[in-house]
């Protein structure tokens, strides 16, 4: 199977380890992973601040880059929301504003081929236990674009229970948002630095080493907020705990 890796532009540029991480588990898997190089932005950042026509080109370029493959498998919950779920919408509003159908038209082959990761693992590889080794104590945030964009529900915990070595504990308040929020956290960061708060001090309860989620974005805002309040966790994405092995352990 060739699929594609969307990596997005905070992983891209901040934490890369995680693309590697894909990379490295769905090549295990047997799967033949193209990057390519021509990929940006998706246009979320954009269109969640209002600039929702800015952010058409960037939404054509992205269908262009990608719609030459059978899957696009982003390690990003809500990147992956911003291609399912706002994709079509960008469509409908072209055409109710009188634009014809040009967009949606465009935008239509890459929406139902864009997985989130694990939804990718699951639903389309049909696998849980991907042969990971974690000897660790980790607890799991399910993120706001993932839980309610996309329907992960139990696909994230489902690979994590299967990981050897994994001790996996329920996080309290687990639906509750981290506060992050994109252009949230700068708009409104008294009410955002509260929530991230809420989110690390039930993390905390649970006694983990780790905190782990499907959107970096997130545990950005989350890992920032543990090491002020100095609790000696740490956010891993997913993907680098699913990726780790016996042999090649993740940290």
Known sequence: MRVALFLTCVNDTLYPDTGRAVVKLLTRLGVDVDFPMAQTCC???????????EAEPLARHFSDVFAGYEAIVTPSGSCGAMVREL????GERARAEGR??????????????????????VDVLGVTDVGAYYPHTV???????????????????????????????????????????????????????????DKVRNAESTGAEVLCAADNSCLMHIGG???????????????????????????
């Open 43 to 53: 246009g979320q950042a954009h269109y969640n601040t209002g600039y929702r026509h």
């Open 139 to 197: 607890t799991y945030h399910p993120t706001c674009h993932g839980l309610r964009g996309l329907g992960l529900a139990d696909r994230p915990f489902k690979l994590l229970q299967a990981v050897k070595g994994l001790e996996l504990r329920e996080l309290p308040g687990a639906d509750e948002c981290c506060g992050f929020g994109g252009t949230f956290a700068l708009k409104n960061s008294d009410v955002s630095a509260a929530m991230g708060t």
């Open 87 to 90: 994709y079509p919408r960008m």
């Open 100 to 121: 014809g159908d040009g967009l949606a038209a465009t935008l239509a082959p890459v929406v139902p081929k864009t997985y989130e990761l694990t939804e990718f693992l």
């Open 225 to 251: 907020t543990m090491t002020r309040l100095s609790t000696g966790m740490r956010p891993v994405h997913i993907a680098e705990i699913l990726a780790s092995t016996e042999e090649e352990p993740s940290v």
